[in-house]
Each structure stands twice: as structure tokens, then as C-alpha cells.
């Protein structure tokens, strides 16, 4: 796992702390985003969409918190990768799942949304769903 700089983290968390007052209605921006793009992932998602929506952002929260350390994420996203796989989510998920969350942090943070922050924010994408793409593929833990 390639480690974030401490200014891609610094970028990320202040950029998540302006989102978090409003993080429910973050969530269901998201899906709106992702079912309007991808209409065909509609079905993976079962039960309340709002409530998906703030398992989301929950999630979102903890990868930020740990943004300095990652590496004790890897085996619960790969695990989580695991899972998505069951529930019938392929690697070309990922991508659209990426710019929907980008598009959505750029709705809510306006001109905040610069090069650097989405760079950042590309960066930790990467970071995470790399031991989730693992996972969905039944490679082991450690590299």
C-alpha cells in the first residue's frame, strides 16, 4: 500500500469536515448520482437507499479517520471486497462508484472541490479499493 502525504490527508480530512454537518443529505446525493449514471446497480443495493447512504458516509468516516494509517484497513476491505463480490458487485464498479462520489464532492464543496483536493481524494480512493479489488478476486491478504 502506497501511503498518502501527509498533505493529501490534510486535504481529505478538511474537505470531509465541511461535508460531515451534512452528511445524510451527502449520501443520498450519492446514490442519486450513482443510480442516475448506472441505473443497472440498482439492484445490488437492497432495503432503505437513505439508510445505504449513511452506512456510506459511516464508512467514509472511519477511512478518513484512518487516512494515516491504511494499513490497518486492509484486512477489513478485504474482507468488504469479499462481500461486495457476493452481493454481485464486478471491478468495473469501482470506477463508476469513484465518480460518483467525486461528482458528489464536488456538488457539495463548490470551489473547495480543487485539482489538489480531488487529487486527494483519487488517491485514497485508490488506496482503499485496491485490498477491496483483492479481496473480490480471492487474492490473499498480504502482497
Do not use: C
Not at 476491505?77 to 461528482?103: C, N
Amino acid at each position: 500500500m502506497t501511503i498518502l502525504s501527509d498533505h493529501q490527508i490534510a486535504l481529505v480530512r478538511s474537505s470531509y469536515d465541511r461535508i460531515l454537518p451534512v452528511a445524510e443529505e451527502t449520501g443520498d446525493l450519492f446514490f442519486s448520482r450513482l443510480f442516475e449514471i448506472a441505473p443497472y446497480v440498482r439492484p445490488l443495493f437492497h432495503g432503505d437507499i437513505h439508510l445505504q447512504g449513511r452506512k456510506v458516509m459511516e464508512m467514509l468516516t472511519f477511512i478518513v479517520i484512518s487516512a494515516d494509517d491504511l494499513e490497518q484497513l486492509t484486512p477489513r476491505l478485504h474482507r468488504l471486497g469479499k462481500e461486495h463480490r457476493e452481493h454481485g458487485v464486478i471491478s468495473g464498479h469501482y470506477d463508476i462508484f469513484a465518480s460518483a462520489l467525486l461528482w458528489t464532492l464536488e456538488r457539495m464543496l463548490g470551489r473547495e472541490f480543487t485539482d489538489d483536493v480531488r487529487n486527494a481524494w483519487v488517491a485514497l480512493y485508490v488506496e482503499v479499493t485496491a485490498p477491496m479489488k483483492k479481496g473480490a478476486a480471492g487474492e490473499p491478504k498480504a502482497a
